[in-house]
């Protein structure tokens, strides 16, 4: 069984830092495109970024780009975002998927908040 | 402002039929498949289509997917109380290079 499991949310301050890790387990972690997705409070969801199998492929949503760092650790079958200068939009609930997103995390809460 | 355009909401009785309309652009619809992704309320979201009409494993026939040029079609035949959720199409958007949302539909049992 497919299982992902978000962790390393928190209450951050305006330009701070965080990084989110994710648990993979149930499937050969090193065969699939992985994926952030996140959801503003009362919002739609909006993807964040994805890496390929090996992570030489990387995309970001515009508004993330330069700030937001996307890795993979194959043989911890770990997905990590860093998230860098942290601002009040960037608060929201974020999820690790599968591909996009066959299969997806309970997801972390983070908010940037003074 | 989207990409990708969807109803704010639908609406039936039990039993009955909806459909929500996904509406994007050559980039996004017009090339690339789409899925859809139901989000019950307080949960994460779960794939319901992918590919444009596949059904995951689990996922009932009630539930079935089409596109057209650029366009998407949602169809929840036989609708249930325990359908109430807000659904999401999504795609590939080759100009944006990034996976882009609808706006969501929220489906109401009435």
């Known amino acids: 069984e497919v299982h992902l499991v978000e962790s390393g949310g928190g209450l951050v301050q305006p330009g701070g830092s965080l990084r989110l890790s994710c648990a993979a387990s149930?499937?050969?972690?090193?065969?699939?495109?992985m994926s952030w997705v996140r959801q503003a409070p009362g919002k739609g969801l909006e993807w964040v970024a994805n890496?390929?199998?090996?992570?030489?492929?990387?995309h970001y949503v515009d508004s993330v780009k330069g700030r937001f760092t996307i890795s993979r650790d194959n043989a911890k079958n770990s997905l990590d975002l860093q998230m860098n200068s942290l601002r009040a939009e960037d608060t929201a609930v974020y999820y690790c998927?599968?591909?996009?997103?066959?299969?997806w995390g309970q997801g972390t809460l983070v908010t940037v908040s003074s | 402002q989207s990409v990708l355009t969807q109803p704010p909401s639908v609406s039936a009785a039990p039993g009955q039929k909806v459909t929500i309309s996904c509406s994007g652009s050559?980039?996004?619809?017009?090339?690339?498949?789409v899925s859809w992704y139901q989000q019950l309320p307080g949960s994460a979201p779960r794939l319901l289509i992918h590919d444009n009409y596949q059904r995951p494993s689990g996922i009932p026939d009630r539930f079935s997917g089409s596109r057209s040029g650029t366009s998407a079609t949602l169809d929840i035949t036989g609708l249930q109380t325990g359908d109430e959720a807000d659904y999401y199409c999504?795609?590939?958007?080759?100009?944006?290079?990034?996976?882009?949302f609808g706006p969501g539909t929220k489906v109401t049992v009435l």
């Open positions: 998927a599968r591909k996009i997103a066959d299969f």
């Open positions: 149930g499937f050969v972690f090193s065969d699939y495109w």
């Open positions: 999504g795609t590939w958007d080759s100009s944006l290079s990034a996976y882009v």
């Open positions: 890496i390929n199998q090996d992570g030489t492929k990387i």
């Open positions: 050559r980039s996004n619809i017009g090339i690339n498949s």
